[in-house]
């Protein structure tokens, strides 16, 4: 079975990549390293032991996706590729919407072209919005605060258009939410440019000495200690969720969303003591005012993951910071 991975290079696409090959399935990776770098998936060749297939090609590029599909003939997508910093996409909406819609778009009309009409789709706990927690997958979506969340919130609906006008496709959402950690080998984990929007990539160049100190967005929320509840969940995990996801719609039609979190929340503090033990040293950090849009908590319930898709996260924060530090001093500089 060949599985066509678009953003494959990317921090979740290459750990995934690395369980599908070593679950057996023939690999093809499409991506235009806008945000990531080819060296990755040397890298995965070199934790598996496997070769894969990589094709360096922008989705929105039909010509270049046509060639792909006839090619290779995959038997299934799972599509990563797009563009995710929730700041930026308030900045610069229409490239956003530009990248991730018009992109998945085209994807899906290459696949419906090739007839290859099974899909893992990577979206987000953002579509959750304002809703009670723990979040579960019947709720109603959409209330999203960011242009980034709402080009996942219409991809979704777009595949539910598309599922509704033909019950041949085979469509999985995946709502993740927040992924930590990286592989154990360390080689590869999450790399951003620039300085980090999010919590544990920051934390981790802190512990390093490449920034000075964490900023703890708020300490007088509703919570046990005053900071932001998240459901963290190690990329490793994530990625087999993955494989799950892709086992079920290569067997079955339908359209399924799932949440693929830990279903337990941690405090911001939680990370950073958690860290400070993995890494033996007192991290620096102040606490200063709340980031706007933050949400003061959620977390999954990921029972309906757990039942119909029989995967179940194994590790816990304290792993997802060992590994995260492991990669991190591992690669100083990144991955070049
Ligand atoms: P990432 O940026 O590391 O990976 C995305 C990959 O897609 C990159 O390699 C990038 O070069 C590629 N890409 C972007 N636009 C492309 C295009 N037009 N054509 C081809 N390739 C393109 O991000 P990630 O953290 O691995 O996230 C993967 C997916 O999961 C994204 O869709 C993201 O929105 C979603 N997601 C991520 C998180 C998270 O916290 N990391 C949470 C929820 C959802
Ligand atoms: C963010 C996005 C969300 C996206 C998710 C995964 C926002 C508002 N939300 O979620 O849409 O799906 O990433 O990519 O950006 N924190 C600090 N200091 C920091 C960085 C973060 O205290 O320097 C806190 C935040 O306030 C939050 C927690 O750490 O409480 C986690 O933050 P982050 O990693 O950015 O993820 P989310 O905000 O949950």
Request: charged letters at 25%.
């Amino acid at each position: 079975m060949t599985i066509l991975v678009t953003g494959g290079a990317g921090y979740i696409g290459s750990h995934t990549c690395v369980e599908l090959l070593n679950a057996g399935y023939e690999v093809v990776v499409v991506d235009n390293y806008y945000n990531s770098v080819p060296a990755v998936l040397d890298r995965v060749e070199q934790i598996t032991g496997k070769k894969l297939k990589s094709y360096d090609c922008d989705i929105r590029d039909r010509e270049g996706l046509d060639k792909i599909f006839a090619e290779n003939k995959p038997d299934a997508v799972i599509h990563f590729a797009g563009l995710k910093a929730v700041g930026e996409s308030a900045k610069l909406p229409l490239l956003y919407y530009e990248n991730n819609i018009s992109g998945s778009v085209t994807l899906f009309e290459a696949m419906e072209a090739a007839n290859c009409k099974k899909i893992v789709f990577s979206s987000s706990a953002t579509v959750y919005g304002n809703n009670p927690i723990p979040y579960k997958e019947d709720m109603i979506t959409g209330d999203v605060s960011s242009p980034y969340g709402r080009t996942k919130h219409f991809i979704e609906k777009i595949l539910g258009d598309v599922y509704a006008a033909d019950n041949s496709w085979s469509v999985s959402l995946l709502r993740y939410f927040n992924p930590i950690g990286a592989h154990e080998s360390g080689l590869i984990g999450e790399d951003p440019n620039g300085i980090p929007n999010n919590l544990m990539p920051y934390i981790s160049r802190v512990a390093i000495g490449k920034l000075e100190k964490l900023t703890v967005f708020g300490g007088d929320y509703e919570t046990k200690d005053g900071t932001c509840i998240r459901d963290y969940i190690h990329v490793v995990d994530l990625a087999k969720a993955h494989l799950c996801a892709v086992k079920k719609i290569l067997d079955t039609t339908g359209l399924e969303a799932y949440n693929i979190g830990n279903g337990k929340g941690y405090s911001v503090l939680d990370i950073v003591h958690a860290f400070e033990k993995v890494t033996g040293k007192p991290l620096n950090y102040v606490i200063g005012a709340r980031r706007e849009g933050d949400l003061p908590a959620f977390y999954a319930d990921a029972t309906k993951a757990n039942k119909e898709l029989g995967w179940t996260a194994k590790y816990d924060i304290d792993k997802m910071c060992e590994d995260t530090w492991n990669f991190q001093t591992k690669n100083p500089d990144g991955i070049k």
